[in-house]
């Protein structure tokens, strides 16, 4: 059973910066890929950025430029940088894992907001 736990959230001023953690159960070395969604009050949950085992990243439009996207296998985390923070990032954070077979697992979620 594979576990993610999201840290790093919190309020914080619009302009400011937060970093989440993603903690992982098991060796992420070989994760087909690992990413960050969000859902916001009355929304539907939305890819913010995904990174594959091979390094390659990819990014929501509304998050280039301000958000970066990293993993540390050693130490089996996910991470997200959030700069230049706008109060419509406020949402709840979702770490996400695909094993090679398919299989999707989801970390509970860590709180962000915005405030302006």
């Known amino acids: 059973q594979v576990q993610l736990v999201e840290s790093g959230g919190g309020l914080v001023q619009a302009g400011g910066s937060l970093g989440l953690s993603c903690a992982a159960s098991?060796?992420?070395?070989?994760?087909?890929?690992m990413g960050w969604y969000r859902q916001a009050p009355g929304k539907q949950r939305e890819l913010v950025a995904f990174?594959?085992?091979?390094?390659?990243?990819n990014y929501a439009d509304s998050v280039k430029g301000r958000f970066t996207i990293s993993r540390d296998n050693a130490k089996n985390t996910l991470y997200l940088q959030m700069n230049s923070l706008k109060p419509e990032d406020t949402a709840v954070y979702y770490c996400?894992?695909?094993?090679?077979?398919?299989?999707?697992?989801w970390g509970k979620g860590t709180l962000v907001t915005v405030s302006s």
């Open positions: 996400n894992l695909i094993r090679a077979s398919g299989e999707v697992y």
């Open positions: 098991v060796n992420i070395f070989s994760i087909n890929a």
């Open positions: 990174i594959t085992s091979g390094g390659n990243t």
